[in-house]
């Protein structure tokens, strides 16, 4: 059941946002040279690696800068800024959706590197697909701003990280298609305010 909700939702989804799609990818591809889309490595169900899509929201560089994006970030484009800011960098994962590598609703996909560094509970959050949406995004909407200074990623490994898998362990252990629907609401609500 799932499964076709997360079809249908993502299809519908990608129908009546493909106009903004166009808009987003022409503003991207003008503001800064580079692609249009960002392929990162992501590890989703089961430890399995996948290629997660958003719109490019950083200046291309040489990959020398950190993987998780701090405040202040100098690699974030002006376009970037306001894509970030609205979550419409994050809509492309609409396809990973389609394409079975994600669901609407489901635990943040994490950088191969991170997920290395999982102790063996942390782990059981690959037994779920990951998601678009989670009960920790959005209580974590504002993440970047709680990674400031020379330390922002031991913050980032030793508080945020422990506590985002805490939050949707829990809310995946008792989620259900209603749950999941309300999640979608306060994301939507989440990113108008």
């Known amino acids: 059941m799932k499964r076709i909700f997360d079809l249908v939702g993502s299809l519908v989804g990608l129908a009546i946002l493909w106009p903004f799609f166009l808009v987003i990818a022409v503003a991207v591809k003008l503001s800064s040279r580079g692609p249009v889309f ?13 290629k997660l899509l958003k719109f490019r929201t950083m200046r291309v560089n040489d990959g020398s800068g950190p993987v998780v994006t701090t405040a202040g970030d100098t690699r974030v484009t002006a376009v970037g800024r306001v ?42 959050i690959l037994d779920f697909l990951p998601g ?43 989620r259900s298609l209603l749950g999941d629907v309300r999640l979608i609401a306060e994301t939507l609500l989440a990113v108008i305010r």
Do not use: C, H
């Open 132 to 174: 678009l949406t989670s009960a920790a995004s959005i209580r974590y909407r504002d993440e970047e701003q709680l990674l400031t200074g020379p330390d922002w990623e031991r913050t980032y490994i030793d508080v945020v990280m422990p506590e985002k898998i805490r939050i949707d362990v829990e809310y995946l252990e008792r």
């Open 83 to 124: 894509l970030r800011k609205y979550k419409l960098d994050e809509l492309p994962q609409l396809v990973n959706v389609v394409r079975g590598e994600m669901s609407l609703v489901g635990p943040r996909p994490e950088d191969p590197r991170y997920v290395a560094m999982y102790t063996p509970e942390q782990r059981r």
């Open 38 to 50: 960002f392929r990162g490595n992501r590890i989703g169900r089961g430890g399995v690696p996948f």
